[in-house]
């Protein structure tokens, strides 16, 4: 976007943060700000963001003691003032028009505050990567759909990976920052809180089609501390139903209530897939309400036309 900051987070990427920053500094549209923060990386990580940075006055480092993504998220947001917020992975690259295709976007959907696109896999393509899957487009509004689908695997995420964002400030204000508990649990993945906070904040989703952020796979993808099997281990559902708890008490939501009105979220979604449906239908027969309820909820959804794909 024209007043774009892009947030670089890092940590022991010496071998792969040069081309991170290298694919900022070549953008098509350039942001106004490049902000690397390394989360007290111990290899040559710092020094070599310092080199391609040293006398651009867009750019600077912070360095702060080892915490992990989602606190290096919220220092990235804290150090920059730029109206949107990109974040890229130390370890993934842009496309020369990546910020120019999030413009163009920004201007054919005025009103959406939070905009992605798929990750393209760099490195071992036989692994799975997540994404939102189905057709993208105007996503509407998803809060409701968080409440009720954060814990069950992916059901309520619409968004993408780390790299694959642009948020505006006023939606990561909202929610960011967390109190510091949630640091140590979201030292990796934390994606997931941008992609479930966003929701939860209030923010007009876009999803940009047929274009991708080059995402790399590789020995040591995750941050300090604690690896995705760790994560699962210690309960992906518990470490999730703690955030949504945390950002419903934020946003004032009743749960039982508000619930209530999952089905009249999904009338209203312009871009109705056969993907985000089930989406929908799922947070529904998990929201925490009498069964009864839940059905009538499921089959509103379920009887609902104009499914595009």
Not at 281 to 304: G, N, P, S, T, Y
Request: glycine share 10%; with cysteine.
């Amino acid at each position: 976007m024209k007043n774009s900051a892009v947030v670089i987070t890092c940590y022991n990427y010496e071998d792969y943060i040069g081309d991170a920053i290298r694919s900022v500094q070549a953008q098509t549209m350039a942001p106004a700000e490049v902000v690397v923060i390394d989360d007290g990386s111990i290899d040559g990580s710092r020094k070599v963001a310092t080199s391609l940075l040293d006398g651009d006055s867009r750019g600077k480092v912070v360095t702060q003691e080892n915490q992990g993504q989602l606190a290096s998220f919220e220092a990235g947001v804290r150090e920059t003032t730029a109206e949107w917020v990109f974040f890229l992975d130390a370890d993934d690259e842009y496309s020369p028009d990546h910020i120019e295709i999030f413009q163009k976007a920004l201007e054919k959907n005025p009103k959406g505050t939070f905009f992605f696109c798929r990750p393209k896999v760099m490195g071992d393509s036989s692994q799975k990567v997540w994404c939102y899957q189905g057709p993208y487009g105007d996503f509407g509004y998803s809060s409701l759909l968080a409440l009720g689908g954060m814990g069950v695997q992916c059901a309520g995420m619409i968004g993408s990976v780390t790299s694959g964002l642009c948020i505006h400030r006023s939606v990561l204000e909202d929610f960011l920052p967390l109190p510091q508990r949630f640091h140590k649990e979201w030292r990796t993945r934390a994606d997931d809180v941008l992609n479930f906070g966003s929701s939860f904040a209030g923010a007009r989703k876009i999803g940009i089609e047929d274009h991708f952020v080059n995402y790399r796979i590789h020995g040591s993808n995750a941050h300090a501390g604690q690896d995705s099997a760790k994560l699962r281990d210690i309960g992906r559902a518990g470490i999730a139903a703690r955030l949504k708890g945390e950002l419903a008490n934020r946003f004032g939501y009743n749960l039982p209530g508000i619930m209530r009105a999952l089905a009249s979220e999904y009338a209203e979604v312009p871009f109705k897939t056969r993907v985000l449906r089930a989406q929908y239908l799922k947070a529904a027969l998990h929201a925490e309400l009498a069964i009864d309820v839940r059905f009538r909820q499921w089959w509103r959804i379920r009887k609902m036309k104009g499914i595009v794909d």
